[in-house]
């Protein structure tokens, strides 16, 4: 037995179910979960977070250099060097802000979005997995797909993420469809206040959008060394991100279910908390 | 009856694409009045083609943009397309790459840009973009909030537009001829309808004795 009570020899999935040894918090939780102790001193490094969308271009002062870049070649469904960058803009504006938030996070781009996608789902499913097989903490997705074929597998995914503490910050949609995976419990999922503070945010009290982050005229990068101003979900989420960039760096041991908790605790009451 | 069915479908048809088109031009109008802005706009993305092809325009452009077509990955309308997200940006001008492909899909290079996807059940059918709403309002949540509902109104009637297609196509061009024919004489009333009747009957009679 170990000192959880629990019998080596068995497998993690029969747990025993009576045993008052599982009811206790983990040893580093602390009494008081505050801000200083969520993210204090931290710049998210060595986290390693991965932007799932239309390529980041690593060359923009704002984002900073990225530690890989790869592609879903979607005729063979493979993964494969990225040469091209940003084909948009769209990741390289996300990536920005998580840079930003999180200075010494580590950063990896899977382009899934542009010229030469079918748009269809195939792609944003194969470029999660290799962020989650790559061991990310933190994948940022500011895109969603309304393709019913794509959900199982799409859930499937979100669970794996989930239970190897890899966690999903999705965009929500503000719009009266049925779009995944935000909707799913097993991820973050994050719509926009017209706050200005880059770390406030809230708790939604009616999920299942469950968090609002700074999304409304937020200054982004731009391909080409530019700036632009932007607004929409897209630009929330990525903040979201860059602070669970910050509270792993420092409580590396969190799993997503924790981390939510984390972020509900600390999150803004009202006012700027940026 | 296989015949009975396709003159059905064709009169169906005949007619509706005007009045779908009707429809998109009028969302578009009130989208561009609800905003104060400059223009507004509806574009269709064509799947066979992977373009996106202005379907309606009310402001600037709206005699000359309508049939345009350019390529689906495009500026912000592209963003939108593949993202599902709706969005708003500010001076795009400020890069000049960026500018020409948000040129694209507006006719000239705007100030302020919200666009939103047109999701139709699974589908991603096309987008709409208002451009110019007056410089001094800052774009709030709530606008994308509110462009996602005239979204949803357009995104009903593109879908119905392509349906009408679909159908003409199936139906064929000849029987879809006879039937806008049908539908226009069906539309007149009084002395015309009855002068249309006429023409039609003599029409009828001389071709059957050829």
């Not at chain 1, 982004?220 to 979201?240: K, L, M, Q, Y």
């Amino acid at each position: 037995m170990s000192d959880t009570g629990h019998d080596e020899e068995l497998p993690a999935w029969s747990l025993p179910t009576s045993g008052a040894a599982h009811a206790v918090r983990p040893a580093w939780w602390s009494e008081r979960i505050d801000r200083e102790w969520a993210w204090g001193a931290s710049t998210g490094e060595g986290v390693a977070v991965a932007v799932v969308d239309s390529g980041v271009d690593g060359e923009h002062p704002a984002v900073g250099g990225i530690q890989r870049a790869v592609a879903v070649d979607d005729d063979a469904e493979s993964i494969i060097d990225d040469e091209e960058g940003d084909v948009c803009g769209h990741g390289t504006a996300c990536a920005g802000i998580i840079r930003a938030l999180a200075p010494g996070c580590d950063l990896y781009s899977a382009r899934v979005l542009g010229p030469g996608y079918t748009g269809s789902g195939g792609a944003l499913l194969d470029g999660l997995e290799w962020a989650i097989e790559s061991g990310a903490r933190v994948v940022n997705l500011s895109l969603s797909t309304t393709k019913s074929e794509f959900v199982g597998r799409l859930h499937e995914l979100a669970d794996r993420a989930y239970f190897q503490r890899t966690v999903l910050i999705a965009s929500a949609h503000n719009m009266p469809v049925n779009s995944y995976p935000w909707r799913f419990a097993s991820v973050i999922s994050v719509g926009s206040h017209d706050g200005d503070g880059e770390r406030e945010f809230y708790v939604n009290a009616d999920p299942p959008v469950e968090f609002f982050a700074r999304g409304v005229d937020v200054e982004v990068a731009w391909p080409g060394e530019g700036v632009i101003r932007a607004t929409g979900n897209s630009f929330a989420a990525p903040h979201i991100a860059g602070m669970c960039a910050l509270i792993l760096a420092k409580h590396p041991e969190l799993t997503p279910f924790e981390l939510k908790s984390v972020l509900a605790q600390i999150a803004s009451t009202g006012g700027n908390d940026g | 009856m296989a015949d009975d069915l396709r003159a059905a479908v064709a009169a169906g048809v005949a007619g509706s694409e005007g009045a779908h088109r009707e429809l998109l031009q009028s969302v578009v109008e009130v989208a561009r009045a609800i905003f104060a802005a400059r223009a507004a706009s509806i574009f269709l993305f064509d799947e066979a083609t992977d373009e996106l092809v202005f379907e309606a325009v009310a402001g600037h452009g709206e005699t000359s943009l309508v049939g345009n077509r350019f390529p689906s990955s495009r500026g912000i309308a592209g963003w939108v397309l593949v993202t599902r997200q709706p969005i708003a940006i500010e001076d795009p001008a400020t890069d000049k790459r960026f500018a020409s492909e948000v040129a694209a899909s507006t006719g000239y290079t705007p100030g302020k840009l919200l666009a939103c996807p047109l999701l139709h059940g699974e589908r991603s059918v096309g987008v709409i973009e208002v451009l110019d709403p007056p410089a001094s309002r800052r774009v709030t949540a709530a606008d994308l909030d509110m462009l996602g509902l005239f979204a949803n109104q357009a995104a009903i009637a593109l879908d119905l537009i392509m349906r009408n297609r679909r159908a003409a196509a199936a139906v064929g061009g000849e029987a879809t001829a006879v039937a806008s024919l049908a539908a226009v004489v069906d539309g007149l009333d009084g002395p015309q309808r009855d002068a249309a009747d006429r023409m039609v009957a003599a029409l009828a009679e001389l071709l059957d004795q050829s």
